[in-house]
Every structure is written in C-alpha cells, then in structure tokens.
C-alpha cells in the first residue's frame, strides 16, 4: 500500500495506469502504453527535452545560492527573461523569483496590500489564483477553496485572511449552442457599475483562462483602467497564460493597457522544476527604493530554477513557440466548432492559442462542491479519450473539459486530440440520449 496522499482521497488510480515516464508530449504507463498529454500547462516543452535534462544536470553541479546572497547568473537570467519574453516592453522594471505560482501571486498581493495601505482584493467570479496565503483567498471558484469537501455533503472552508470582492467574468466563446448558460459568443467588457467593487482596494488581480473564460482587449483595458482611477494596483496574472501558451508571449499585449505587477508560474522553468516570478512595473518599483521589502525565502531563484528558465526560454525563442501555438491552436479551435456542431454534449467551446475549453451539459458550478464521487458526462469522455490514447483533463468539475498540449506539439498531434475527444463526445451523446429516454 503506497503512504502518499493525493489530492482527491476518495480517488484511487488504477495501478497499471500509473505514470512511469515520459518522452516528448506522451506519458509512459504502468502497462507499457502511452497516452498523448493533452492538458499539461506545467510541461510546454513536453517531457525530458534534452534542453531541459542538460540544464538540471548542470545546475545540480552548482552552489545552493540562496536569495540573499548576490550570483551573477540569477541576476542574467532576469535580464534574459525581460529581453526575451517581455521584449519592447520598456515599463518593466524588474523581476524577483519565487517556487510556484501560488506563492508569487500571494507576493504580489501582499506587496500591493503593503504598498496602498488598503486590505480588501478585487478577483473575478470564478478566478482561480492558488492555494497559498492571500492567492487562496481569491481563489472564488467554488470547488477549490483548501479545505474539505466531505462525502456526507458538507464543505468546511478555511477563514479568509482579507476581505475578496467579486467582478463579473467577460463570457465570450468560440462557439455556443443557442439557449445554453453563457452562451453569449462575443465577449464583453464590464459596465462602470460592474467595476464599483475596485473603489478601495489595494489591488484587482486577473486571469485568462479559468472556467474557460478568455478575456479579449476591452475587458482588460476596462478593468486596468479602474484599478488605475480606483488607485488600485493591477495585477495580470499569466501563470498559464504567460511564455507562449495563448500564442504570445504574453496575454496583456493584446491590449493597450499595461499591468502594474505580471506573475508566472507553471511552464516558467520548461516543466523541469517548479519555478514562480513577479515582474514590476517601473512605477513599482520607484516606491520600494525608499523601503525594505520584508519577503525572503531560502529557496526562490535556486540554482536549478535559474538554469530551467534560461534553458526553456532559449528553446521557445528559437522554435518560436508562441507562434506555433497561435497558428497550430486556431487550427485545433476550428476542429473544436467543427466537434461541437456535431455533438448534442458541447454547450460551449472558448479558447486562445493552445489553451481551450469544452464544456458540457451538467450542474452551475456556482452551486457545485464537489461533495460526491458519482460520475459525470466529463468522466466518461475523459476515459473513452484515454482508451484511444490520449490524456484530457478535467479541474474537478462535472462540465469542462480543458485542452492544453505541449508547445512542442505537431498538427498529426492536434489531430490525434480532436480523435480522441471525438470517440468520447460520442459517448457522452449516447449517454444524455438514455437518460433522456
């Protein structure tokens, strides 16, 4: 009997189904099959790039540098991270490291409290920033809030530690089928009324993709904009979206308006090691040459850290990733309409780059806890798609479906996703069509 605890107890894996290895965008198994990864945004350049393996060897040769003690290479790779990812964006002032992105969006948040004077956070419905300090505490969406949801029904939340105010999400899809909730196709950016609850607060902190919502230009200049007369300061969080995902370097450029602080996290450090950041503003930073920021930890831009990013970051500029993922991922959107124009089990289908949702018919994840462990459309389809070989992941919920491969992907891979997830829509089908019946 294995001693490890996993997230979800009530959940046991199947054996033979274990994960043992990995090369390129498959995952090896117990039983010597492989599975394509398809929902793996901590991973862009797949499994064990040799980029990757040759940057953890040579950083395991090096000293453990902790973050007060100056290295020279810690100090380059910020400055590589700038030129390459944030390339002409002349406001960034700096970059400080961090181990995940939860932890550099509580940074964040923390700091914005300190620097404003102010305690209450803006988030929008059905965010999802972390589970660490204050990035749990605007985390809203319902189902992951760190505590217990129990079997017998009951959830038990932990206390908040400031007080979260709530924005409308923009909507807007690919395709939506007519009558379906939210099925409006055209995104939209929140009236003045919507953004009241920015009046006050220390900071409002925005994602790209969570619950499938993808937010377009008029939605975010709109809500920098707030922030900005509210005297809030606003944070992009780019934990998924940032380093090529959504077929750009970085999500915000699409807009005209710039972030007063950016957070990365999963695919930072190429999937080798789990690596964070905060990036400031030089307006930003100006207020802290007058201060001493208190936040230290032992581990943040650790050797193994530094080198990963360096590595990731050489590699997705000279493939050009990002401009990969725009093309090949309006090519997998367009697969996606095609599939949910023939399948009755599609409601909605939302997406950028090499990041998309499906959502199916189920219960309003408003009043969803995830207090049960019976089946849902989103199961079926997940197993029926790993039966044909590929791996499509759901976030705990009963409706969505999220569709995110390496970056590294080719388009035999792309069709290969759209296969896969074909084969499972349609059991999904034949499963509202018996219960209909």
């Not at 300090?133 to 206390?159: F, K, N």
């Not at 970085?250 to 308006?257: H, K, V």
């Not at 990969?324 to 697969?335: F, I, Q, T």
Request: hydrophobic share 45%.
């Amino acid at each position: 009997m294995s001693h490890l605890i996993t997230s979800g107890l009530h959940r046991r894996p199947d054996p033979a189904r274990r994960i043992v290895g990995g090369a390129g965008v498959h995952l090896h198994l117990a039983d010597g099959s492989r599975l394509l990864d398809a929902s793996n945004t901590g991973g862009p350049l797949g499994h064990a790039h040799p980029a990757m393996v040759e940057a953890v060897r040579e950083a395991a040769t090096l000293p453990v540098v902790n973050e007060g003690n100056p290295w020279a290479e810690r100090d380059a790779v910020a400055d590589e991270l700038v030129a390459t990812a944030f390339a002409g964006e002349n406001w960034v002032g700096g970059v400080r490291f961090g181990m995940s992105g939860s932890e550099v969006n509580d940074i964040a948040l923390t700091l914005a409290q300190a620097i404003t004077g102010r305690e209450s956070i803006v988030a929008r419905e059905r965010a999802y920033h972390g589970l660490v300090g204050l990035s749990r505490d605007v985390t809203v969406q319902p189902q992951w809030h760190g505590g217990l949801s129990t079997l017998a029904g009951e959830v038990r939340r932990p206390s908040a530690g400031a007080e979260v105010r709530t924005i409308p999400s923009p909507g807007g899809s690919a395709w939506a089928r007519s009558g379906a909730r939210g099925a409006r196709v055209a995104s939209a950016a929140p009236a003045e009324t919507d953004l009241q609850p920015i009046d006050g607060a220390a900071a409002v902190i925005i994602d790209y993709t969570q619950g499938g919502s993808y937010y377009d230009a008029a939605y975010q200049d709109a809500v920098a904009g707030a922030a900005r007369r509210a005297g809030a300061l606003w944070i992009a969080d780019e934990v998924v979206t940032g380093l090529g995902r959504t077929g750009r370097w970085m999500q915000f450029t699409e807009g005209a308006s710039r972030p007063d602080i950016v957070t990365l996290g999963k695919p930072l450090a190429g999937g080798a090691v789990p690596a964070g950041a905060v990036v400031l503003s030089r307006r930003v930073l100006d207020v802290l040459e007058a201060a001493k920021w208190q936040n230290y930890s032992t581990f943040r831009g650790h050797p193994l850290v530094v080198h990963a990013v360096r590595a990731h970051l050489r590699v997705a500029a000279a493939e050009g990733l990002p401009e990969r993922a725009a093309e090949l991922g309006g090519e997998l959107g367009a697969m996606l309409v095609e599939l949910a124009e023939r399948h009755p089990s599609v409601v909605r289908v939302a997406g950028r780059g090499l990041h998309w949702t499906v959502e199916l018919p189920g219960p309003d994840w408003r009043t969803w806890t995830s207090t049960t462990v019976e089946s849902h459309l989103s199961d079926a389809v997940v197993g029926e798609a790993r039966r044909h070989g590929v791996q499509i992941s759901t976030s705990d919920e009963p409706t969505s479906l999220f569709i995110a491969p390496p970056l590294i992907i080719d388009r035999d891979g792309i069709e290969r996703i759209v296969s896969a997830l074909d084969a499972g829509l349609t059991v999904a089908d034949r499963i509202l069509e018996e219960r209909a019946a």
